[in-house]
Structures are given as structure tokens and as C-alpha cells.
């Protein structure tokens, strides 16, 4: 059911023209811009006009000839939603001829629909419904004894939504919106005439065809054909607040349509700058876990983690935490605690989280799950660029000629943005994709790749020099821009170094294993197609060269002019919701809020003053540095806020053994995830749509996360950590976080003009935002860089020390799917699991066929750090010698095979590259073994304690 065709929809998208025209509509005139339609020129002058079809999402289609209008010299009723506005028309909207033919088309729909409005879920939300009554429809006089569609069946394979072909009226707004808003045409009108119907795929059930379950079709669908399964359970909402999705780092503003403190649905926020009015299927559909039974609403503690859980007040929980730090500091240290922030949680939260370890621990230890994703990012943009984010808005996509995919997956890591770009390529832009493994971006419908260099796992800086090769060496540099906009010197040592002949295409195609003359022309294409943006993921991120893959963009950005205005940049596909926020808020343990660095006397001494305290001017430990530490005796305590460490860290049994050491783990979360079954204390946290805050997506984008439910467990996460912070003797007493994030504005130059009042004005706002930039800044370095001059780095290519050898010959490589999210913990608890139940290994079918696999059998996937078992998939997306898997389920332990190689600058882990072995198995591997035998004691130490996911 369509919520958007409300009192904002004039249906038919904006016409953007320059040149204005007057008409007049119903003895008005009116002044739009030349190409707007009449349907939508008559809505700015009052009236709207009836209609089905359309809707200012989509294309106009003219199909059910009710938006007729009349128009002086024109013969017949035209469209209005296709006919453009031209100077000196006089259009009638209303007359008895139109009011005559609209009811006379309305009984033909009513004529085939069944009669049970009263009934129906959309009583009250249906177009249909109103159209009747706009137009003065009260009889039919055809009856239901003809022809008709009533009998037909309901599709309910998909586990979201219904399909009801009896309530269809073919207007074509579903098909189109799978067409033209996500881009995954899975839906055709077959048969003709009276037998039209929509079909998804080749009339298969929606389950069975290529629907990615995005809601489109729902949301574009008038009457309740299309209809959201809990609008059916629940009946139609009653109230909604916009909040933003917590799933991924585009950041898509949602309404959360509620019943009472039921959600009954979420649907995209037509308003929202990041997706305007598109979601995918986590979004828009995966909310359940927010009430799953799993969740634990109690505090719990206990003295060994072999020992059963304690359901505790409050109070307890919290001395006993803080009672648990303060023993360890008196008896190991200052330095032997630390904290972890969370990318799920919002950035104020985030931020009194990395204040609490600063001021209340009293060191700097402390660091976010940034560190095993996009801390590359933050560093290689820095040093070139200054400032340690993307450059652009997604919108900007609709400006770039030439788009190059690096690494990155946005059809399933970032969907509602893979659309935007897909509806570009549509259009006309040109497409390279650099990646190991044939993304769907590479041929999908109506899109191709123009190029795709399928380079080996590891190869990144040999390709992005190689590229560089031919764009110095063939003489296509942005000479001017560079001579304006970049350092000199460090240009010549950068050209110097590139056009080296060990850097040509040529002499790097054994390295990279793409053909030289594929190098050659995705080079000319970007460095000489118009405007030309690079997006990138972890991919790019997750090496031991990431962060130097991440300078290499910036240089071939730089090089080409590519950055500085809309359709160009870089811009880093940021992986979790609030990733960036993150970053931002000074969870990296050098840095203060706003990428200030600790050792800095004169930021510092700005938030000793703030705070009250005095900070310890040396960076403290990284995450892999405390796992060490840990393991060396000198680090025993740790909070750990929203991030799931044992699953989604490389090498688990380093993990867990680095816990295991420890005396005091608290693990604040909504779940007992993998983490909490080594915690000594469970602090309950809350979903994001228990709290107010905010998030900031892969734009810079700062968007409200608004509360629509109190707290399952009485308190948000911020309102935890002050607990906690208070009782070590930390003194905080905010009562929302509005006062956080003023806080925050005082503190932080890049947010001093952020504030909820502006958020709420705006919709949104992209930082930095402050005198000099009052609104946001959509588009970065547009007059120079931040840091001044643009810095060119020579980019020396270093294999990684992850080689594949007789014992281990392919390469693992690991990703993410559409329907899954990270550690899975919020997704696995959906329905979700419909679409990817567990995580599987792709394997090509020349290497399959050598080890004797075949499609769906058991495969023990064996490296140097440790052995699982999954299933098999043989599949022409991989390339021989590559292999690939997910990482959602913990009981796969993907991460039991990844190894402690890391990026040289951010210790980012090599989750990309791992050598292992593939070879036919029949039984679980030995830590597969172990885990479901930990899993079983951990969840009967839960059961103890009453928690209903221990008795599941
Ligand atoms: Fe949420 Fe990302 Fe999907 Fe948007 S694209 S609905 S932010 S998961």
C-alpha cells in the first residue's frame, strides 16, 4: 500500500527546466517550469487532479484515464499526467463530461474488485477507495456476474508481503517501480487486454523469481494487492515518527508507522535525502528483531563464564561493573581496561561511550569496529585529502559520466544506493568494476559493465598504479587542476614513481592477472569520460596495502580532476549505519572528536576543560593491540557497547582466547551475542527504535534517530553508559541527548552548527556544518582540500605475506549478501533467513571439479589459522583459484580462517585474502565442534538465569 500519494504527491516526477511558462488551470493561471506536467502544474495551483497511475515517484504512463482533463483547442480528453504544461494553455480540470467519464471508468475498476473494502487492510489506506468517492462513484451497474479476476489466487511466498491478482487493477505502478526505483525489472504484465496481470518472473511466485523484496511494488501499489503481511496481522497504523534505518551505512530515512507500541510497518521516507522514498528488504521489512524473544531485558552477572548467569537490578549490574574496572586498575593498572563503541549505536552514544574511557578510565583506550572495516579510509583520506570521509552526496551519482566500482558490492551492501547508480548506468553512464569475483553490477538487467578487470584478491595497489601508468603516460592528467589544486613536489614524485615501466599495464597483468589492454581502456575511460566518481567498499579497505589502495584512489581522483564538484569524488561505501559517526565521534584511540589527534596540547587541553578531567596525551590501544595484551596479562577488563568481537574480528580463536584471559568483560547489547557468552556482565541494550539520537551515513549525513518505543530494558544505551560513567565516578547527568550533541557542537569545529532544532528543520544535515557553512556541506573540497593543497603518495605495490602455496592454492575472499547483515545477529532473527539461511562457499567449477565437489556438498575450508566446514555452491561469479564466503552466521566461523595479517597504517585486518585449502569433508570441523558445544552450555548457564533465549 502506497503511504506516499498523500498531500505531497502531485503525481509525475518534477520536470527540472529552466525556462518558465503561464497557463491557466481552471481560471487560474499558473507558472511552472516548461515539461511540467499538467497533473502536476494543477497541483500547484490547488487541485488534484483524480488518478491511479500516477505517482511523482515514477515515470508518467497515461494508463487509467482518470487524471483526464480538458484543454481549449485540443480535441478528446488528454492525460494530465503525460501532457506538458505549454504557455497560454487553458486547461479545465473539472466539468460534468470529465466527472462522467472518470466515474464511468471508476465503475469499470469497481466492476472487478472485490467488495470487501470493510474488510480489506487498506479500509482507510486504499486509492481506490478514495477515487470512488472523488469520483461521486455509489453504484455499479455491471455487476460481478461477467468476466472477472476474483477468483484468482493470492501469492503468499514471500514471507513480508501478499500478492492479491484479484485486487489488482493493472496500472502498472508496481511493475514500473521494480522497473525504474530499484532497477531489478523481476516483474512483467503478462497475458493481454482482460487477461493483463502482473507477473513476477515467468508467472512464477514471487519467492521463485528474481524480486529482491525491496517493497517498491507495495509501496507504489494503490489498492491492497500488494499488501505488507503485518498491516494484515496488525490492521492499519495509527501513528508514525520518522526515524533512520540501522542496518547500513546509506542511512535511509524511514517513517515507523506504529499501533499503539506495535510497529506495524516501516516505510521509506519520501523525504529522506539518502533514499527518497526507497528502501531494501533489511529496512523495510527486517524490524522483528527489535521485539525478538531473544532479546535480554535483565542485567545479568557472573564471576566466571563458567558459572550460570545472574538476573540482577540495575544497580547491581552497574557497581558491579564499575566496582570490576576499579579493582582491576588498582591491581593491574591504569591501562588494563578499555573500551570498544559501537557503529550500531548513535553517535551520542558513541561519543559518551569513547568520554566515559578517556575520562572515566583515565586512558585512551579505546576503539570501534571502524578498525576492522574503513579505518584505511580514515587514514588514506587524510593524509591526501584532509578529512577522512567520502567527498559526495549519493544523489551526486545523477551528474557522473563514468562510474568505477572498486571492491564493493552496492547491489547487496548497499542497496538503495545500488538502484540510484543502476538508474544511472540506465541512463547512459559508463561502468568499470574492479573485483575479484563478477558482482551482479557486472551484467545484471539493463546493466553492464563496460569494463570489468578481475584482478587477484591482494593485487589493489598494482592495479590503481597501473591505472595511474596510463594516465600519466598517455598524456591525459587534469594538468590545471593539479597545478592549482595539488602539491607540486609530491605530484612529480608520484609521476615520477607511476610511469615507471614496472607499473605499466603490461609489465603489472602477471600480478593483477587482468589483460593489460582491459587496464588500458578502463584507465582512458575514467581519466577522459566527463565526470568520473570511484566508489569503493572493504574490498579495497580490508588488506595489508588498504590503506595505501585508499591513498591510490585519491591520487587517480586528484590526477583526472575528479574531485571538488558534483558526479566525481571518492566516496567510501560505508558498511554499518553509523560507521562514520563513529569515526567522528573520536573512537579511535589517537584521535578526539572531529580526527583531532590526542597528543595535540591545545584540543585537548579544550576538552580537559569540558570534562573536568586531565587526558593522557598517548594513544592507547587498538583492538588487535588488546586481544595481545590481554593474552600478555596486561589488559583484563573491557566494555564493550553494540560490536560483536568473536564473530566478526579475523582469526576467533585469538579472539577468544584474549577473552577468555581477561577478569572483567561487559557487553552491553540486545542480544547475547557471541561476545556475551565470554562476559561477566550483560547490560541490556536497546534497538534503535528505542531511543533518540542520531546517525551519520557514508555522506557525512546527520539524520535523527527518533524513540517510537520505550525501552525494553527501562534504559537506551546512553542513558547505560552514563550509569555506568557516574558510578565510576565520572559525573554525567544529560536527560536527552540533545544535550549530547550540543555538547558535541561545543566541542567539535566540524559539528559546531549541528543541533537537533537544525536536523528537525532540514531533514538532515552533511558535516561539516558550522559559521561557514551553515546548512552542511553536500560536496567536499570544492575550492581547495581541506588540508589545504592536495597530497600526492607514491604508491609502492607490496605482496601480501598471505601466499598461496601447494598446501593452501586458493585464495578466500569474503562478503556480504543482500539479505543478511554483518554478524547476522539483528537479521538472523527475520525473516530474512527465507532468502540465506547459512553461509555458503562459491567456488568456481574448474576448481570444484578438481576436488571432486559438487553443487550443495560439505567442504572444509582449511588456512593457516584454523578449519571450517560450509556448503558448497559452484558458480561462474568466481574466478579460478578464488573462493568466497559470508560471514553472518557464527556457527560458519568464517572467521576461524582468516589470519592476523593487517593493514600496515590501521591495523586493519586482511579480511580479503586468505590461503586456504578446499577439500570434500562429511563431518563439522573440530571448532565447529567445539563451538555448538560451548554454544550449548553458554545458552544452559542462560537458562539459569530465566532468559527466555536460553530455554529457546
Ligand atoms: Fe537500511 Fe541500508 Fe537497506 Fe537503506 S539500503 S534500507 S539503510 S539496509
Given at each position: 500500500m502506497n503511504t506516499q500519494i498523500h498531500d505531497t504527491d502531485f503525481g509525475t516526477p518534477a520536470r527540472v527546466s529552466e525556462r518558465m511558462v503561464t497557463l491557466e488551470i481552471d481560471g487560474q493561471q499558473v507558472t511552472v517550469p516548461e515539461g511540467t506536467s499538467l497533473m502536476r502544474a494543477a497541483a500547484e495551483a490547488g487541485t488534484m487532479v483524480p488518478k491511479l497511475c500516477a505517482t511523482d515517484s515514477l515515470e508518467p504512463f497515461g494508463s487509467c484515464r482518470l487524471c483526464l482533463v480538458e484543454i481549449d483547442g485540443r480535441r478528446g480528453f488528454p492525460a494530465s499526467c503525460t501532457t506538458p504544461a505549454e504557455a497560454g494553455m487553458v486547461v479545465r480540470t473539472q466539468s460534468d463530461k470529465l466527472q462522467s467519464l472518470r466515474k464511468g471508468v471508476m465503475e469499470l475498476y469497481i466492476s472487478d474488485h472485490p467488495l470487501d473494502c470493510l474488510t480489506c487492510a487498506a479500509n482507510g489506506d486504499c486509492e481506490l477507495q478514495d477515487m470512488a468517492g472523488v469520483t461521486g462513484l455509489r453504484e455499479v451497474r455491471y455487476g460481478l456476474a461477467g468476466a472477472n479476476h476474483l477468483d484468482s489466487k493470492k501469492d503468499e511466498s514471500n514471507p513480508y508481503f501478499s500478492y492479491d491478482p484479484a485486487k489488482c487493477i493493472v496500472c502498472n505502478r508496481c511493475v514500473r517501480a521494480c522497473e525504474e526505483t530499484q532497477g531489478t525489472f523481476a516483474l512483467t504484465i503478462s497475458g493481454r487486454g482482460f487477461e493483463s496481470r502482473v507477473s513476477p518472473g515467468q508467472d512464477q511466485p514471487f519467492m521463485e523469481s528474481e524480486c529482491v523484496s525491496c517493497g517498491a511494488c507495495v509501496d507504489a501499489c494503490p489498492t491492497a494487492t500488494l499488501q505488507e503481511k503485518s498491516v494484515i496481522q496488525?490492521?492499519?497504523?495509527e501513528h508514525s515518527k520518522i526515524t533512520t534505518c540501522a542496518y547500513c551505512g546509506v542511512g535511509c530515512g524511514f517513517k515507523a508507522e506504529m499501533k499503539g507500541n506495535q510497529v506495524v510497518r516501516m516505510t521509506p521516507w519520501k523525504d529522506g535525502k539518502a533514499n527518497e522514498g526507497h528502501a531494501c528488504v533489511k529496512g523495510r521489512f527486517a524490524w522483528g528483531y527489535a521485539t525478538h524473544p531473544d532479546r535480554i531485558t535483565k542485567p545479568m552477572i557472573r564471576s566466571k563464564i563458567t558459572d550460570p548467569w545472574r538476573e540482577v537490578s540495575w544497580d547491581e549490574a552497574i557497581g558491579y561493573a564499575a566496582s570490576e574496572f576499579k579493582r582491576l586498575q588498582a591491581k593491574y593498572g591504569k591501562d588494563s581496561v578499555g573500551g570498544i563503541t559501537s557503529s550500531r549505536c548513535t553517535n551520542e552514544e558513541t561519543y559518551l561511550v569513547q568520554k566515559l574511557i578517556r575520562a572515566g578510565f583515565g586512558n585512551n583506550n579505546v576503539d570501534t569496529c571502524a578498525r576492522v572495516c574503513h579505518s584505511p579510509t580514515g587514514y588514506g583520506l587524510g593524509q591526501t585529502l584532509g578529512t577522512s570521509a567520502g567527498t559526495q552526496t549519493f544523489k551526486s551519482v545523477e551528474q557522473s559520466d563514468v562510474i568505477m566500482v572498486i571492491g564493493a558490492n552496492p547491489t547487496d551492501g548497499h542497496p538503495v544506493f545500488g538502484s540510484r547508480m543502476k538508474k544511472r548506468l540506465r541512463e547512459g553512464a559508463k561502468l568499470i568494476v574492479i573485483d575479484p569475483r563478477k558482482i551482479d553490477l557486472v551484467d545484471s538487467p539493463h546493466v553492464q559493465a563496460d569494463y570489468h578487470l578481475p584482478l587477484k584478491p591482494g593485487t589493489n595497489v598494482a592495479m590503481v598504479t597501473a591505472l595511474a601508468h596510463v594516465i600519466v603516460t598517455e598524456g591525459l592528467l587534469a594538468a590545471d587542476f593539479i597545478a592549482e589544486r595539488c602539491e607540486e613536489k609530491s605530484f612529480h614524485d608520484w609521476k615520477d614513481f607511476v610511469s615507471k615501466p614496472e607499473n605499466s599495464p603490461e609489465a603489472t597483468a602477471d600480478i593483477t592477472g587482468v589483460p593489460a589492454e582491459l587496464v588500458r581502456g578502463a584507465a582512458r575511460l575514467y581519466a577522459t569520460g566527463g565526470n568520473a566518481a570511484i566508489y569503493y567498499g572493504l574490498g579495497v579497505t580490508e588488506h595489508s596495502q588498504g590503506s595505501t589502495m585508499v591513498i591510490g584512489i585519491a591520487n587517480l581522483a586528484m590526477a583526472t580532476g575528479n574531485v571538488g564538484r558534483e558526479g566525481v569524488g571518492v566516496n567510501p561505501l560505508r558498511g554499518q549505519n553509523n560507521v562514520q559517526g563513529s569515526c567522528d565521534m573520536g573512537s579511535f584511540p589517537h584521535e578526539l572528536p572531529g580526527y583531532r589527534h590526542i597528543s595535540d596540547t591545545t584540543t585537548r587541553q579544550l576538552f580537559e576543560q569540558a570534562w573536568g578531567v586531565t587526558l593522557d596525551p598517548e594513544p592507547g590501544l587498538r583492538i588487535p593491540n588488546m586481544f595481545d595484551a590481554a593474552l600478555s596479562g596486561s589488559f583484563m577488563g573491557l566494555y564493550c557497547e553494540g560490536e560483536d568481537i568473536v564473530q566478526s574480528d579475523p582469526n576467533t580463536q585469538h579472539v577468544t582466547a584474549a577473552l577468555s584471559a581477561m577478569e572483567c568483560i561487559v557487553v552491553q547489547d540486545i542480544f547475547l551475542n557471541e561476545t556475551a557468552k565470554y562476559a561477566h556482565v550483560f547490560l541490556p541494550g536497546s534497538s534503535f527504535l528505542e531511543k533518540d539520537g542520531t546517525f551519520t551515513n557514508a555522506e557525512r549525513r546527520i539524520s535523527r534517530v527518533r524513540q517510537v518505543m520505550k525501552p525494553l530494558a527501562k534504559y537506551a544505551d546512553w542513558e547505560v553508559t552514563q550509569l555506568l560513567a557516574n558510578a565510576l565516578g565520572l559525573k554525567m547527568d544529560y536527560s536527552h541527548p540533545s544535550q549530547i550533541m550540543a555538547e558535541i557542537a561545543s566541542l567539535t569545529p566540524s559539528f559546531a552548527g549541528v543541533s537537533y532544532e537544525k536536523i528537525d528543520k532540514l531533514g538532515s544535515v552533511q558535516w561539516p556544518c558550522n559559521d561557514d557553512a551553515p546548512d552542511g556541506t553536500p560536496t567536499m573540497h570544492i575550492d581547495g582540500f581541506v588540508r589545504g593543497k592536495g597530497k600526492f603518495f607514491v604508491t609502492q605495490y607490496v605482496a601480501t605475506d598471505e601466499k598461496v602455496n601447494r598446501r593452501f592454492p586458493l585464495i578466500l575472499t569474503t562478503g556480504r549478501i543482500l539479505s543478511q547483515y554483518n554478524v547476522g545477529a539483528q537479521t538472523r532473527r527475520t525473516d530474512n533467513v527465507a532468502w540465506h539461511a547459512e553461509d555458503i562457499l562459491e567456488i568456481h567449477p574448474h576448481d570444484a571439479e578438481e576436488r571432486g565437489i559438487k553443487d550443495g556438498d560439505w567442504v572444509g575450508v582449511s588456512s593457516r589459522a584454523g578449519e571450517t566446514v560450509l556448503h558448497a555452491k559452484v558458480s561462474e561469479r568466481m574466478q579460478p583459484g578464488v573462493v568466497y564466503t559470508t560471514f553472518h552466521f557464527p556457527e560458519s566461523g568464517a572467521n576461524v580462517i582468516t589470519t592476523d595479517n593487517s593493514d600496515w597504517a590501521t591495523n586493519c585486518p586482511e579480511y580479503k585474502v586468505t590461503a586456504v585449502q578446499v577439500l570434500p569433508v562429511t563431518q563439522p570441523s573440530e571448532w565447529q565442534q567445539g563451538y555448538q558445544r560451548f554454544n550449548r552450555t553458554q545458552l544452559e548457564l542462560l537458562e539459569q538465569a530465566g532468559s527466555p533465549e536460553g530455554k529457546a
Amino acid at each position: 500500500m502506497n503511504t506516499q500519494i498523500h498531500d505531497t504527491d502531485f503525481g509525475t516526477p518534477a520536470r527540472v527546466s529552466e525556462r518558465m511558462v503561464t497557463l491557466e488551470i481552471d481560471g487560474q493561471q499558473v507558472t511552472v517550469p516548461e515539461g511540467t506536467s499538467l497533473m502536476r502544474a494543477a497541483a500547484e495551483a490547488g487541485t488534484m487532479v483524480p488518478k491511479l497511475c500516477a505517482t511523482d515517484s515514477l515515470e508518467p504512463f497515461g494508463s487509467c484515464r482518470l487524471c483526464l482533463v480538458e484543454i481549449d483547442g485540443r480535441r478528446g480528453f488528454p492525460a494530465s499526467c503525460t501532457t506538458p504544461a505549454e504557455a497560454g494553455m487553458v486547461v479545465r480540470t473539472q466539468s460534468d463530461k470529465l466527472q462522467s467519464l472518470r466515474k464511468g471508468v471508476m465503475e469499470l475498476y469497481i466492476s472487478d474488485h472485490p467488495l470487501d473494502c470493510l474488510t480489506c487492510a487498506a479500509n482507510g489506506d486504499c486509492e481506490l477507495q478514495d477515487m470512488a468517492g472523488v469520483t461521486g462513484l455509489r453504484e455499479v451497474r455491471y455487476g460481478l456476474a461477467g468476466a472477472n479476476h476474483l477468483d484468482s489466487k493470492k501469492d503468499e511466498s514471500n514471507p513480508y508481503f501478499s500478492y492479491d491478482p484479484a485486487k489488482c487493477i493493472v496500472c502498472n505502478r508496481c511493475v514500473r517501480a521494480c522497473e525504474e526505483t530499484q532497477g531489478t525489472f523481476a516483474l512483467t504484465i503478462s497475458g493481454r487486454g482482460f487477461e493483463s496481470r502482473v507477473s513476477p518472473g515467468q508467472d512464477q511466485p514471487f519467492m521463485e523469481s528474481e524480486c529482491v523484496s525491496c517493497g517498491a511494488c507495495v509501496d507504489a501499489c494503490p489498492t491492497a494487492t500488494l499488501q505488507e503481511k503485518s498491516v494484515i496481522q496488525f490492521g492499519q497504523p495509527e501513528h508514525s515518527k520518522i526515524t533512520t534505518c540501522a542496518y547500513c551505512g546509506v542511512g535511509c530515512g524511514f517513517k515507523a508507522e506504529m499501533k499503539g507500541n506495535q510497529v506495524v510497518r516501516m516505510t521509506p521516507w519520501k523525504d529522506g535525502k539518502a533514499n527518497e522514498g526507497h528502501a531494501c528488504v533489511k529496512g523495510r521489512f527486517a524490524w522483528g528483531y527489535a521485539t525478538h524473544p531473544d532479546r535480554i531485558t535483565k542485567p545479568m552477572i557472573r564471576s566466571k563464564i563458567t558459572d550460570p548467569w545472574r538476573e540482577v537490578s540495575w544497580d547491581e549490574a552497574i557497581g558491579y561493573a564499575a566496582s570490576e574496572f576499579k579493582r582491576l586498575q588498582a591491581k593491574y593498572g591504569k591501562d588494563s581496561v578499555g573500551g570498544i563503541t559501537s557503529s550500531r549505536c548513535t553517535n551520542e552514544e558513541t561519543y559518551l561511550v569513547q568520554k566515559l574511557i578517556r575520562a572515566g578510565f583515565g586512558n585512551n583506550n579505546v576503539d570501534t569496529c571502524a578498525r576492522v572495516c574503513h579505518s584505511p579510509t580514515g587514514y588514506g583520506l587524510g593524509q591526501t585529502l584532509g578529512t577522512s570521509a567520502g567527498t559526495q552526496t549519493f544523489k551526486s551519482v545523477e551528474q557522473s559520466d563514468v562510474i568505477m566500482v572498486i571492491g564493493a558490492n552496492p547491489t547487496d551492501g548497499h542497496p538503495v544506493f545500488g538502484s540510484r547508480m543502476k538508474k544511472r548506468l540506465r541512463e547512459g553512464a559508463k561502468l568499470i568494476v574492479i573485483d575479484p569475483r563478477k558482482i551482479d553490477l557486472v551484467d545484471s538487467p539493463h546493466v553492464q559493465a563496460d569494463y570489468h578487470l578481475p584482478l587477484k584478491p591482494g593485487t589493489n595497489v598494482a592495479m590503481v598504479t597501473a591505472l595511474a601508468h596510463v594516465i600519466v603516460t598517455e598524456g591525459l592528467l587534469a594538468a590545471d587542476f593539479i597545478a592549482e589544486r595539488c602539491e607540486e613536489k609530491s605530484f612529480h614524485d608520484w609521476k615520477d614513481f607511476v610511469s615507471k615501466p614496472e607499473n605499466s599495464p603490461e609489465a603489472t597483468a602477471d600480478i593483477t592477472g587482468v589483460p593489460a589492454e582491459l587496464v588500458r581502456g578502463a584507465a582512458r575511460l575514467y581519466a577522459t569520460g566527463g565526470n568520473a566518481a570511484i566508489y569503493y567498499g572493504l574490498g579495497v579497505t580490508e588488506h595489508s596495502q588498504g590503506s595505501t589502495m585508499v591513498i591510490g584512489i585519491a591520487n587517480l581522483a586528484m590526477a583526472t580532476g575528479n574531485v571538488g564538484r558534483e558526479g566525481v569524488g571518492v566516496n567510501p561505501l560505508r558498511g554499518q549505519n553509523n560507521v562514520q559517526g563513529s569515526c567522528d565521534m573520536g573512537s579511535f584511540p589517537h584521535e578526539l572528536p572531529g580526527y583531532r589527534h590526542i597528543s595535540d596540547t591545545t584540543t585537548r587541553q579544550l576538552f580537559e576543560q569540558a570534562w573536568g578531567v586531565t587526558l593522557d596525551p598517548e594513544p592507547g590501544l587498538r583492538i588487535p593491540n588488546m586481544f595481545d595484551a590481554a593474552l600478555s596479562g596486561s589488559f583484563m577488563g573491557l566494555y564493550c557497547e553494540g560490536e560483536d568481537i568473536v564473530q566478526s574480528d579475523p582469526n576467533t580463536q585469538h579472539v577468544t582466547a584474549a577473552l577468555s584471559a581477561m577478569e572483567c568483560i561487559v557487553v552491553q547489547d540486545i542480544f547475547l551475542n557471541e561476545t556475551a557468552k565470554y562476559a561477566h556482565v550483560f547490560l541490556p541494550g536497546s534497538s534503535f527504535l528505542e531511543k533518540d539520537g542520531t546517525f551519520t551515513n557514508a555522506e557525512r549525513r546527520i539524520s535523527r534517530v527518533r524513540q517510537v518505543m520505550k525501552p525494553l530494558a527501562k534504559y537506551a544505551d546512553w542513558e547505560v553508559t552514563q550509569l555506568l560513567a557516574n558510578a565510576l565516578g565520572l559525573k554525567m547527568d544529560y536527560s536527552h541527548p540533545s544535550q549530547i550533541m550540543a555538547e558535541i557542537a561545543s566541542l567539535t569545529p566540524s559539528f559546531a552548527g549541528v543541533s537537533y532544532e537544525k536536523i528537525d528543520k532540514l531533514g538532515s544535515v552533511q558535516w561539516p556544518c558550522n559559521d561557514d557553512a551553515p546548512d552542511g556541506t553536500p560536496t567536499m573540497h570544492i575550492d581547495g582540500f581541506v588540508r589545504g593543497k592536495g597530497k600526492f603518495f607514491v604508491t609502492q605495490y607490496v605482496a601480501t605475506d598471505e601466499k598461496v602455496n601447494r598446501r593452501f592454492p586458493l585464495i578466500l575472499t569474503t562478503g556480504r549478501i543482500l539479505s543478511q547483515y554483518n554478524v547476522g545477529a539483528q537479521t538472523r532473527r527475520t525473516d530474512n533467513v527465507a532468502w540465506h539461511a547459512e553461509d555458503i562457499l562459491e567456488i568456481h567449477p574448474h576448481d570444484a571439479e578438481e576436488r571432486g565437489i559438487k553443487d550443495g556438498d560439505w567442504v572444509g575450508v582449511s588456512s593457516r589459522a584454523g578449519e571450517t566446514v560450509l556448503h558448497a555452491k559452484v558458480s561462474e561469479r568466481m574466478q579460478p583459484g578464488v573462493v568466497y564466503t559470508t560471514f553472518h552466521f557464527p556457527e560458519s566461523g568464517a572467521n576461524v580462517i582468516t589470519t592476523d595479517n593487517s593493514d600496515w597504517a590501521t591495523n586493519c585486518p586482511e579480511y580479503k585474502v586468505t590461503a586456504v585449502q578446499v577439500l570434500p569433508v562429511t563431518q563439522p570441523s573440530e571448532w565447529q565442534q567445539g563451538y555448538q558445544r560451548f554454544n550449548r552450555t553458554q545458552l544452559e548457564l542462560l537458562e539459569q538465569a530465566g532468559s527466555p533465549e536460553g530455554k529457546a
